[in-house]
């Protein structure tokens, strides 16, 4: 099953479509392209099609279609966690390295969920020794350790400040992260 159909499934499983129009839309194809993946899933068997009048039909999961939306949202689910503890693994060993050369003040720039697993991944590593500073920008108060930047395009232009840019790090780990299977 293609992401097109998968995407397809999903739409007909949560029951928000009144037409194939409808359905052309929400995935951005065209009405012939629709048609020809919903005319795919009815013959693998993933989907019927109800007449409820002459002009009006309803599109229904089978079960075969359900247990493969099932299947397929369970196997991204498990992709995602892992891809999740790739990143937490990556973190940890910068903080690790940053640790060692004798930081033990981080302040993280950015308010994610990226910046939520680098507090994991410092609690995990280390059960003291550390502190945590959530800032708004980067000034030189902030050189007495080492700043954790968590969102993209910062300029860093302030003398002194010891910078770690936990987006690009993670960015070198693309090509680890892809061959594993997780991006």
Same mark, same amino acid.
């Given at each position: 099953?293609?992401? +097109? %159909?998968?995407?397809?499934?999903?739409?007909?499983?949560?029951?928000?479509?009144?037409?194939?129009?409808?359905?052309?839309?929400?995935?951005?194809?065209?009405?012939?392209?629709?048609?020809?993946?919903?005319?795919? @899933?009815?013959?693998?068997?993933? &989907?019927? &099609?109800?007449? @409820?009048?002459?002009?009006?039909?309803?599109?229904?999961?089978? !079960?075969?279609?359900?247990?493969?939306?099932?299947?397929?949202?369970?196997?991204?689910?498990?992709?995602?966690?892992?891809?999740?503890?790739?990143?937490?693994?990556?973190?940890?060993?910068? @903080?690790?390295?940053?640790?060692?050369?004798?930081?033990?003040?981080?302040?993280?720039?950015?308010?994610?969920?990226?910046?939520?697993?680098?507090?994991?991944?410092?609690?995990?590593?280390?059960?003291?020794?550390?502190?945590?500073? +959530?800032?708004? %920008?980067?000034? !030189?108060?902030?050189?007495?350790?080492?700043?954790?930047?968590?969102?993209? %395009?910062?300029?860093?232009?302030? !003398?002194?400040?010891?910078?770690?840019?936990?987006? +690009?790090?993670?960015?070198?780990?693309?090509?680890?992260?892809?061959?594993?299977?997780?991006?």
């Amino acid at each position: 099953m293609d992401e +097109h %159909e998968f995407e397809l499934i999903n739409i007909i499983g949560s029951k928000m479509v009144e037409n194939q129009r409808d359905l052309s839309r929400q995935m951005e194809l065209s009405l012939g392209m629709t048609n020809m993946l919903i005319h795919r @899933l009815i013959s693998k068997g993933y &989907i019927r &099609i109800k007449q @409820l009048n002459k002009k009006k039909v309803e599109y229904i999961l089978t !079960p075969k279609g359900f247990a493969e939306k099932m299947q397929k949202s369970i196997n991204y689910t498990m992709k995602t966690i892992n891809s999740i503890g790739l990143i937490k693994k990556t973190l940890a060993d910068v @903080l690790v390295k940053a640790y060692e050369q004798g930081h033990r003040k981080f302040y993280i720039l950015g308010e994610s969920d990226l910046a939520g697993l680098i507090e994991i991944a410092l609690k995990e590593k280390f059960t003291s020794g550390y502190e945590i500073f +959530h800032v708004l %920008e980067i000034t !030189p108060v902030l050189s007495d350790g080492v700043v954790l930047i968590c969102r993209e %395009e910062v300029a860093v232009d302030v !003398p002194g400040v010891k910078v770690i840019d936990l987006i +690009h790090e993670l960015a070198k780990d693309d090509a680890v992260l892809s061959e594993r299977g997780v991006a």
